[in-house]
């Protein structure tokens, strides 16, 4: 049993930032590729930032400049520092992993899901 931990979440104000962490447990092997999306409620669930296990990255435009995703320490750890959030950015954020790709940015790809982690951010 494969289980994806978020951390991080909460409430900010307009122009705040927050760092989003995620593990995935119960996986012996590195992960191909990890990373965020976030959904709000009535409409699709999107990709944020994602990261291969080579270290390339990919971002949302909605994001690029001001989210960076990056690898964390320990196996199977991935961040997002999100910098200069907007109320827009308001959103259940759930982390994501294939184990059996290089890509990571649509549902078909994901092999586990977290549970989400809920992002605020008020004017």
């Known amino acids: 049993q494969v289980d994806l931990v978020e951390s991080g979440g909460g409430s900010v104000q307009s122009g705040g930032s927050l760092r989003l962490s995620c593990t995935a447990s119960?996986?012996?092997?590195?992960?191909?590729?990890m990373g965020w999306f976030r959904q709000v409620p009535g409409e699709e669930r999107k990709s944020v930032a994602r990261?291969?296990?080579?270290?390339?990255?990919k971002y949302a435009d909605s994001v690029k400049g001001r989210f960076t995703i990056s690898h964390g320490t320990a196996q199977n750890t991935i961040h997002l520092e999100m910098h200069s959030l907007r109320p827009e950015d308001t959103a259940m954020y759930y982390c994501?992993?294939?184990?059996?790709?290089?890509?990571?940015?649509?549902?078909?790809?994901?092999?586990?899901w977290g549970k989400g982690t809920q992002v605020t951010v008020s004017s």
């Open positions: 990261i291969d296990a080579d270290g390339d990255t």
């Open positions: 119960g996986y012996s092997r590195s992960m191909y590729c």
């Open positions: 994501a992993a294939n184990h059996d790709g290089y890509y990571c940015t649509r549902d078909s790809d994901i092999s586990y």
